[in-house]
């Protein structure tokens, strides 16, 4: 099974911008499609974006639809997130996942692989 690792988050005012990474280990990560999820405290994680294996084609969330971007680079295993005209509605931990049948579903029990999450704070 992947494994994965997120980097990237931080603290940032409104409307600043921030670059997540996602890099994978232990199987090459172009055989999976990927998505970012988050989780506020006490909430439910909830699906941000995901990409196909090729990252011909995404599926964004719309509460971030046209301030996140999900990217991906196949060459060094690794997935992006984009974050612009960040609010404080996005504070969460962000998560990487995996989904070995290729597919950008939003449905949080298809993906494996987890990281830890990266922690990003979006002050007012």
């Known amino acids: 099974q992947v494994q994965l690792a997120e980097s990237g988050g931080g603290l940032v005012q409104a409307g600043g911008s921030l670059r997540l990474s996602c890099t994978a280990f232990?199987?090459?990560?172009?055989?999976?499609?990927a998505a970012w999820f988050r989780q506020s405290p006490g909430k439910a994680r909830e699906f941000v974006a995901a990409?196909?294996?090729?990252?011909?084609?995404?599926n964004v969330a719309s509460s971030v639809e046209g301030r996140f971007t999900i990217s991906r680079d196949n060459a060094t295993n690794a997935v992006f997130l984009q974050m612009n005209n960040l609010k404080p509605e996005d504070t969460a931990i962000y998560y990487c996942?995996?989904?070995?049948?290729?597919?950008?579903?939003?449905?949080?029990?298809?993906?494996?692989?987890w990281g830890q999450g990266t922690q990003v704070t979006v002050s007012s």
């Open positions: 996942a995996a989904d070995p049948t290729g597919l950008t579903t939003r449905i949080l029990a298809r993906y494996e692989g």
């Open positions: 232990g199987r090459p990560f172009s055989g999976y499609s």
């Open positions: 990409i196909t294996r090729s990252g011909k084609r995404t």
